[in-house]
């Protein structure tokens, strides 16, 4: 995603990442700690390698995947991508402070609110398909046990109306179970 992001010319931003940037702009403490936090993370190759630069690139990141879906991996952050982003940064002293600042918080809230949004609609669904890294490959399917859910396996898309919403009779639990299938892969005796 990195890599996607700076080989294009400045991204448009999404409107709650303009707030988030007039926030940093406007407020010297939270502008402090996150420039702090990106500053902090040691500069040994190992944690070099995905760090982030800039609070601008970090904005830029977190815009992208405000319209992204995580697609299947193996990795321990594939439902994750915006802990994948500031991981290194927020384990540092600076980001200790960050993420316990409440404006902060607020603004990462409702980041997480717009992804929440743009996972619950159907332009997500473009990650529900038997590709080498569709949820619906033969890997996600034995990776997320989803023959324990409730699914239609005829369904272009599983009979999912979006990655996180069932379409089908299935009551809330088991819409539940089924995000969490997806997205968290877990043992089902943790989703029941």
């Given at each position: 995603m990195?890599s ?7 991204p448009?931003?999404h409107?709650v990442m303009l707030?988030?940037q007039e926030?940093?702009a406007?407020?010297p ?6 420039n702090?936090?990106?500053?902090e ?5 190992k944690?070099r ?8 690139q970090?904005?830029?990141?977190i815009?992208?995947v405000?319209t992204?879906?995580p ?12 802990s994948a982003i ?6 540092t002293?600076a980001?200790?402070a ?8 607020a603004m ?6 717009v992804?929440?949004e743009f996972?619950?609609?159907p332009d ?6 038997d ?6 490959s033969?890997?996600?399917?034995k990776?997320?046990?989803i023959?324990?859910y ?5 369904d ?6 979006s990655p ?9 639990a088991n819409?539940?179970r089924a995000?969490?299938a997806?997205?968290?892969?877990l043992?089902p005796?943790l989703?029941?």
């Amino acid at each position: 995603m990195k890599s996607k992001v700076e080989a294009r010319e400045a991204p448009e931003l999404h409107p709650v990442m303009l707030e988030f940037q007039e926030l940093i702009a406007t407020d010297p403490v939270v502008r402090l700690y996150l420039n702090q936090m990106i500053a902090e993370v040691p500069k040994r190759k190992k944690y070099r390698q995905h760090h982030l630069e800039s609070v601008d690139q970090m904005l830029a990141l977190i815009n992208e995947v405000l319209t992204h879906a995580p697609d299947y991996d193996t990795t321990a952050l594939v439902g994750a991508p915006l802990s994948a982003i500031i991981d290194w940064a927020m384990g540092t002293p600076a980001g200790f402070a960050a993420f316990r600042n409440d404006a902060i918080n607020a603004m990462f809230k409702k980041i997480l609110d717009v992804w929440g949004e743009f996972l619950s609609g159907p332009d997500s669904l473009y990650v529900l398909n038997d590709g080498p890294t569709g949820w619906k490959s033969p890997a996600a399917a034995k990776a997320t046990e989803i023959d324990q859910y409730e699914y239609d396996p005829e369904d272009e898309y599983w009979g999912f109306k979006s990655p996180t919403a069932h379409a089908g009779p299935a009551d809330l639990a088991n819409a539940h179970r089924a995000l969490l299938a997806l997205l968290m892969p877990l043992p089902p005796t943790l989703c029941r």
